[in-house]
């Protein structure tokens, strides 16, 4: 009986997190729509992206603690609610600011769900099982980038974007109820009873979090491997692919929805050695990272427009990228006790997510700026540049490889510390 309520309320978490992961990526599949309807430059049509993930990003902390305190259900019926609610906002937008606020509620409902489900998960399963799990559940919700690439974005041609973003929001009531439904706590046996909740007790669960140096490496693994994937899903992929690299539409939206079918098998690979071989776990990230700064340099370098075929390894190594960043979660596990797993998590996650709305704002910045340049040398007369053409991504994109190299940099600072207080753990 406990295996079977173990696997239902697994299940469920997971089916809620592919969800809210069609819910963030939905204003990537529309960017270029939205960039019409709103009348938007590259910097606005960034915010509106960025300020999504900064609510995600400043949210993780306190649901952490909430996490901890109250246990996933509650925040996962939550999240959902606040997701459809957000995505109903969107829907009836007629200006920018209006959009902002229906995203900014989307990502205060996805701020809730991912942690949650890891939680689901270390709380039914533990060891090998529940790393497996991790990677396996989490690279499976990353289907949800399918379904706003392909049946969202056809959905919204075929149709209008009232429609559209009102028929996701629907997913996410579904979603809601399966929650009441399906998902059920379980009680893991702690040394500690869960902290009441107050300011004060958040500051000190986070303080508490902070001095441990495997939650700041977990931050740090997260920080280099998940920004350049998320960045190229959530809002800069399909303008790079389809405007700067001239890529039919169609052609485009496969790429992007290869990644989730890279990811889903990497993942495979990565949960049976972090299972299996955890002493590879840290060479895996930084030769992750690394490839991922490498590819994207040779892309940018590359004379002209890239052959198809760039863009395709390209688009592998991208989907091997997020598989990558779950393995900040399976540090954590380690280092961290069950009672502060959550908390510890929030910031954890913080650490892809800050690293992705810094990217994201930095690209749409050199975008315009780039542009304006180029205008400003314009002959009287002479058409203007695309904004979103070739010449200007291949300076913008190099922002993304300086997050990442920084991110190594971090990385290695706090390997050394790990390692030198739990060698055995690490090797």
């Known amino acids: 009986m406990k295996r079977a309520s173990g696997l239902i309320a697994v299940g469920a978490a997971a089916v809620t997190y592919l969800v809210a992961v069609t819910q963030r990526s939905t204003m990537g599949s529309a960017s270029l729509a939205a960039a019409e309807r709103f009348h938007t430059n590259a910097e606005q049509l960034a915010s509106l992206a960025v300020l999504q993930i900064t609510i995600y990003a400043l949210m993780q902390v306190p649901v952490g603690f909430l996490l901890d305190r109250f246990g996933a259900r509650v925040l996962l019926f939550f999240g959902a609610v606040a997701m459809a609610a957000g995505q109903v906002v969107v829907a009836f937008s007629l200006t920018l600011d209006q959009a902002i606020l229906g995203r900014v509620l989307v990502g205060l409902g996805d701020a809730f769900t991912f942690i949650s489900l890891i939680r689901v998960i270390n ?10 799990l991790q990677q396996w559940l ?24 009232q429609t559209a973003f009102l028929g996701v929001s629907s997913a996410s009531m579904l979603a809601a109820l399966l929650v009441l439904i399906a998902v059920k706590n379980e009680r893991v046996a702690t040394s500690e009873k869960p902290l009441a909740l107050s300011f004060a007790n958040i500051r000190k669960q986070f303080r508490a979090n902070l001095s ?24 800069w992929g399909f303008p790079f692919l389809e405007r700067g690299e001239g890529l039919a539409k169609p052609v485009a939206s496969a790429l992007i929805s290869s990644m989730v079918f890279v990811g889903i098998f990497t993942g495979l690979f990565y949960g049976w050695l972090c299972g299996s071989k955890p002493h590879l776990r840290y060479r895996l990230v930084v030769a992750v990272s690394l490839t991922i700064a490498a590819m994207w340099s040779l892309v940018l370098l590359w004379p002209g427009v890239a ?10 190594v991208l989907g091997g990228a997020g598989p990558a960043s779950m393995i900040a979660f399976d540090f954590s596990k380690t280092y961290t006790p069950i009672e502060r797993l959550g908390s510890a998590n929030g910031i954890v996650n913080i650490g892809g997510f800050f690293a992705t709305l810094v990217t994201m704002y930095l690209v749409g910045i050199a975008l315009d700026l ?17 904004l979103y053409g070739l010449e200007s991504f291949r300076i913008a994109m190099w922002i993304q490889v300086a997050v990442i190299l920084l991110g190594c940099l971090g990385l290695r600072r706090e390997y050394r510390i790990v390692r030198e207080l739990d060698l055995e753990r690490v090797r």
């Open 307 to 316: 052959p198809l075929w760039l863009c395709v390894a390209l688009v592998a």
């Open 370 to 386: 780039t542009h304006a340049s180029r205008s400003a040398h314009l002959a009287l007369g002479s058409a203007a540049p695309d």
């Open 138 to 161: 989490g690279n499976l919700g990353q289907l949800g980038q399918v379904l706003s690439a392909v049946p969202f974005a056809s959905f919204l041609a075929l149709t209008d974007w």
């Open 212 to 235: 441990n140096p495997g939650t700041r490496f977990a931050f740090w693994v997260h920080f280099s491997t998940q920004s350049a994937a998320t960045v190229f899903v959530l809002l």
């Open 123 to 132: 709380g039914w399963y533990s060891g090998r099982r529940a790393s497996q």
